[in-house]
């Protein structure tokens, strides 16, 4: 057994050397010979802890990120085969026989709708290719479903296993390459692209792609299936639909074979940590509840199923004011007698289910204020309440273009 764990450990160490004299700019012919002679097999898993011990010891997400591609051209064809990840292919319905057919399908669409479609619009200066070539790339944008399943439905449990360099490195690569979509699609739809310019705006976004679908399936997917639970991938299927699909719909819902037939009876009840209130979705203290309801930049106030001011929030930037003694009284009296019928009749609207929610807006003086008022029903539908949701959206409304990063001013 020491002497498994030491063959491990010196090919950790191995792997290490060999990503960090690419980094310092050896050549990818060279590091490939050196791996093919030193290495006899790679799994998954000693590349994700390659990674995150390449992270912890300083070196910057966005470094490993860079050499992403040409590591997983090093490791193209050396990585061990994993058993796991074959079989749960094999079964449809479980979250990886989802991406693995997804993946299957982009590359139809690369050969059936991509290829041909490129090869007209490289030979045209303008025109309907031109069109076709756009109508594509905005089909290409639904790969996002596919990569958002990827991070926020795998990548969070993984974390739970304390794996989360390789999460972090592919995240960053997905959204280069969703970059690269957006870039494409605009300079496609604003037409003009010069016909030598054509192969360098798409061919690099489309080898990234096919190279995400290698480092899918031979480095995250191997490496998944030996670490999550079959619960684990149970969330993963249940939650998917909510996400989205790419190309691909699983028409089976994937229910794993137990050993014990009794287990499939048994649910565990959620609990929260002693203290804490639990919620559809996590649990927080009751210090925790309040800080974040007043950290919301809304109004919020909850008059009760009786018409009784029950709560409202204490922001630090009020539309209206809101003295604690309106607490326990009812709604009726905290409106002038001219405006009573018209509180009256929004909450017998909701109530009944006429309507799920009023908006009204006004102006006062610089603010330009949104009043929504919304039915509060439980999970039977059973009406609980209204919540009254209070917004100056003038500073919205004058907000323009795109801001995606911090101005020199945030950053010092």
């Known amino acids: 057994m020491s002497e498994m764990i030491n063959n491990r450990e010196q090919r950790q160490v191995i792997l290490k050397q060999l990503i960090l004299e690419l980094h310092g700019g050896a050549s990818v012919e060279a590091v490939q010979e050196r791996f093919a002679k030193l290495i006899e097999g790679v799994s998954a898993t000693e590349i994700s802890e390659m990674e995150q011990k390449l992270i912890q010891e300083g070196m910057p997400v966005e470094e490993v990120q860079r050499l992403c591609d040409v590591h997983a051209s090093v490791f193209k064809g050396s990585i061990e085969e994993i058993h796991g990840t074959?079989?749960?292919?094999?079964?449809?319905?479980?979250?990886?026989?989802?991406?693995?057919?997804?993946?299957?399908?982009?590359?139809?669409?690369?050969?059936?709708?991509?290829?041909?479609?490129?090869?007209?619009?490289?030979?045209?200066?303008?025109?309907?290719?031109?069109?076709?070539?756009?109508?594509?790339?905005?089909?290409?944008?639904?790969?996002?479903?596919?990569?958002?399943?990827?991070?926020?439905?795998?990548?969070?449990?993984?974390?739970?296993?304390?794996?989360?360099?390789?999460?972090?490195?592919?995240?960053?690569?997905?959204?280069?390459?969703?970059?690269?979509?957006?870039?494409?699609?605009?300079?496609?739809?604003?037409?003009?692209?010069?016909?030598?310019?054509?192969?360098?705006?798409?061919?690099?976004?489309?080898?990234?792609?096919?190279?995400?679908?290698?480092?899918?399936?031979?480095?995250?997917?191997?490496?998944?299936?030996?670490?999550?639970?079959?619960?684990?991938?149970?969330?993963?299927?249940?939650?998917?639909?909510?996400?989205?699909?790419?190309?691909?719909?699983?028409?089976?819902?994937?229910?794993?074979?137990r050993k014990f037939e009794n287990l499939l009876q048994i649910e565990p009840e959620e609990t929260a940590p002693t203290g804490e209130v639990k919620f559809d979705a996590g649990a927080m203290t009751p210090e925790e509840i309040n800080a974040v309801l007043n950290t919301v930049p809304l109004d919020m106030t909850f008059v009760d199923k009786n018409g009784l001011v029950k709560y409202f929030t204490q922001g630090k930037e009020r539309v209206f004011d809101r003295p604690k003694t309106i607490l326990g009284r009812h709604v009726s009296n905290c409106h002038p007698p001219a405006s009573v019928h018209i509180v009256e009749k929004i909450v017998e609207d909701l109530e009944s289910g006429k309507r799920d929610y009023v908006d009204f807006w006004i102006h006062m003086g610089p603010k330009f204020v949104m009043i929504r008022y919304f039915a509060v029903r439980n999970a039977k539908k059973e009406f609980l309440g209204v919540l009254e949701v209070t917004q100056d959206i003038q500073p919205i409304q004058e907000i323009t273009g795109e801001k995606r990063l911090l101005s020199e001013e945030e950053t010092k």
């Open 86 to 257: 074959q079989e749960a292919v094999k079964i449809p319905g479980h979250p990886l026989h989802t991406f693995f057919q997804e993946n299957r399908a982009l590359e139809r669409w690369f050969e059936e709708r991509l290829k041909p479609a490129m090869v007209r619009w490289m030979g045209e200066t303008e025109g309907e290719s031109r069109e076709a070539i756009l109508e594509i790339f905005e089909e290409l944008k639904g790969i996002d479903r596919h990569y958002a399943r990827k991070e926020n439905l795998m990548f969070p449990l993984l974390e739970r296993h304390q794996i989360t360099a390789p999460p972090k490195v592919m995240w960053g690569v997905d959204d280069e390459i969703r970059g690269k979509i957006k870039e494409a699609i605009r300079a496609i739809g604003e037409g003009g692209v010069p016909t030598d310019l054509k192969q360098s705006l798409l061919e690099p976004m489309i080898h990234q792609i096919k190279e995400m679908i290698f480092k899918e399936e031979s480095i995250l997917f191997p490496m998944a299936i030996d670490t999550l639970t079959e619960d684990e991938w149970l969330e993963i299927a249940d939650a998917s639909e909510e996400v989205g699909y790419f190309m691909f719909t699983p028409t089976v819902v994937w229910k794993p074979e």
